[in-house]
């Protein structure tokens, strides 16, 4: 296929906001492309060319499209980043310097999305010496056969930051509608068949659930169809996205979310780690799907010795431990980016594994399984240690006086409050469905991306400040919310500080106009605020009143991002 196919499909999905128009310019578009090439195209529509299991990173950094661009056109350096400024946008400067030189000394071949993509991919594999040299040359190559409009998404592709607002519901029901149109009645946008639609998305969404690659779905859905999708199962090694709570406001709400009797059990200040095992192999994930088994090889000695069975997924959370307990997240929280002295680091920082889900079981799958065979089932095959690997504590009652008497125990041993969980609700990997709900004691934070920052002045002048922060919408959109200072410090060993934030912040810059920077919304923070305020000056129609950072949020992944319907939600229950 052309890639310029594509970049028509790009421009059309950049020109509106709706929703639905996205998902019928998609299912369009998918409906003819072929099953071979449905992977590919896919990734490229969501603006990546790695699934999100995939660990794979392309590592491409502002300067080095700055410094390709010139190698393609034959513009200094110096004159691209002087547009780069200008315009805020490497994909729009390349479309301009591409353009410029049509005339000239460019060649145009036809694109193929094959070479795109396979171009793109190959810049994540590379390392070693000489390792920039040759990711400017595979960007060069591409530039210049491109055409000015497939030049501006080549480079938006580079940098992942495509613009065109497709989110997950959009890819998953154009796949839906490209595939399965004529079966739910679906004309003119319009589903009929709400039953038998429901029935579907269901069965898409499961298959997407079980590889976390729409790509893969698109090519199953349109190569063997509806059997084809319900045969996608569960793969050992490969990450699901975790199951995630709603928050309720006490006891009492939990008990008429989750039924009574229901489960309580302790919420642990640390973070997810998803642990696969298959034969000998054992593989740990974050929530984030990242890889970090080199980072605890503790906790993967500690899994082979006191977890029965040949393969299995289980869900748990990593807590630092200490002579007098548990301890907060800050605590361990640099082990999960550690590359070096990592023996030392986990001698220094150890975790107890608190694992309260199981996912999987030597070949077997409990993800529609009820919760309480699925506790069952733990308690059957961990051999507990304390101060290594547990199951979490947890209690199942009706009764609203054991349940309060159970959360002050939790909360006088260091943790965050509870988990409440319905015993009969199945796993639902990705999705706040209400199957399970976390009570704490203080006031609702966001996790918020960081999107944009101010240089300081004087004697901060080295440093990024004043950082704008973003909640998500459905589609993915960032919107921002409010700007922050205040919780950051000075010196590192602190807390979270103005230095670490501009070590993280400074390689994924997009555009600067005098102090003022854009960045890629990857970097996550939680933040506490006084009170949510309507607000006509950000995209969101909200802004926080005296916001203040948290903690670096290095687990989560921008798809972990508050949304705007939350910060609405929190909103209307603070004016009662």
């Known amino acids: 296929m052309e890639y310029k196919r594509l970049v028509e499909i790009y421009e059309k999905l950049e020109s509106t906001p709706k929703r639905l128009q996205k998902t019928a310019i998609i299912a369009e578009f998918l409906g003819k492309v072929s099953a071979e090439e449905a992977p590919r195209v896919v990734l490229l529509l969501e603006g990546k060319v790695f699934p999100d299991w995939n660990e794979s990173k392309l590592g491409v950094a502002s300067k080095i499209v700055v410094k390709a661009l010139g190698s393609a056109t034959g513009i200094p350096h110096d004159k691209v980043e002087n547009e780069w400024r200008k315009m805020g946008d490497l994909g729009s400067v390349a479309e301009s310097l591409i353009a410029k030189k049509k005339q000239s000394t460019l060649a145009f071949a036809e694109l193929k999305v094959a070479k795109v993509f396979d171009n793109i991919q190959k810049l994540a594999s590379l390392a070693g010496e000489g390792t920039v040299e040759r990711k400017i040359s595979l960007i060069t190559e591409l530039l210049s056969s491109a055409s000015p409009k497939e030049a501006r998404y080549i480079i938006r592709t580079v940098l992942e930051e495509m613009r065109v607002g497709v989110g997950a519901g959009a890819m998953r029901d154009a796949i839906i509608w490209s595939n399965f149109g004529k079966e739910i009645g679906l004309e003119e946008n319009e589903v009929t068949s709400r039953e038998e639609y429901n029935k579907i998305s269901d069965i898409v969404q499961n298959a997407y659930d079980m590889t976390n690659d729409f790509g893969e779905v698109a090519k199953i859905a349109k190569s063997k169809g509806i059997s084809g999708l319900k045969n996608v199962g569960l793969s050992v090694g490969r990450p699901l996205k975790v199951m995630l709570a709603i928050k309720v406001k006490d006891i009492g709400e939990g008990f008429e979310r989750c039924g009574r009797p229901c489960m309580f059990e302790y919420k642990y200040d640390g973070f997810r780690i998803q642990c696969h095992k298959d034969g000998k192999k054992i593989t740990l994930y974050t929530r984030r799907l990242e890889n970090v088994t080199s980072q605890f090889p503790d906790v993967v000695e500690c899994i082979k010795k006191h977890v029965r069975g040949d393969s299995y997924i289980l869900d748990s959370e990593a807590v630092g431990i200490g002579k007098n307990g548990y301890l907060p997240f800050q605590s361990i929280s640099q082990r999960i980016k550690r590359k070096y002295g990592i023996e030392e680091m ?92 976390k009570l704490k004691p203080t006031m609702e934070t966001l996790d918020l991306a960081i999107i944009g920052a101010e240089w300081g002045e004087g004697k901060r002048s080295s440093w990024l400040s004043s950082f704008t922060l973003a909640c998500r919408d459905d589609e993915g959109n960032y919107l921002e919310v409010g ?88 909103y209307r229950e603070q004016k009662g």
Not at 360 to 366: D, F
Not at 403 to 416: H, I, P, Q, T, V
Not at 508 to 534: A, D, H, M
């Open 346 to 437: 986990s001698k220094k920082f150890p975790v107890e594994l608190n694992v309260f889900d199981i996912i999987s079981h030597n070949g077997q799958n409990y993800l529609n399984e009820p919760f309480s065979k699925r506790r069952n089932i733990l308690e059957k095959i961990i051999s507990p240690l304390k101060g290594r690997i547990v199951v979490s504590r947890g209690l199942i009652t009706d009764s609203e006086k054991e349940a309060e008497r159970f959360y002050k125990a939790s909360l006088s041993d260091g943790n965050e409050g509870l988990m409440i969980k319905k015993l009969d609700a199945p796993y639902q990997p990705g999705a706040r469905v209400g199957f399970m709900v």
């Open 483 to 570: 700007k922050v200072g205040t919780g950051i410090k000075e010196k590192e060993e602190e807390g979270v500080s103005f230095a670490q934030l501009t070590r993280l912040l400074k390689p994924i810059i997009l555009s600067q106009k005098g102090r003022e920077v854009t960045v890629k919304p990857k970097v996550v923070v939680e933040i506490t605020y006084e009170e949510i305020q309507k607000s006509p000056t950000y995209k969101s129609g909200y802004a926080l009143r005296f916001p203040r950072v948290v903690r670096l949020r290095e687990e989560r992944s921008t798809e972990d991002v508050s949304t705007l319907d939350m910060v609405e939600k929190l």
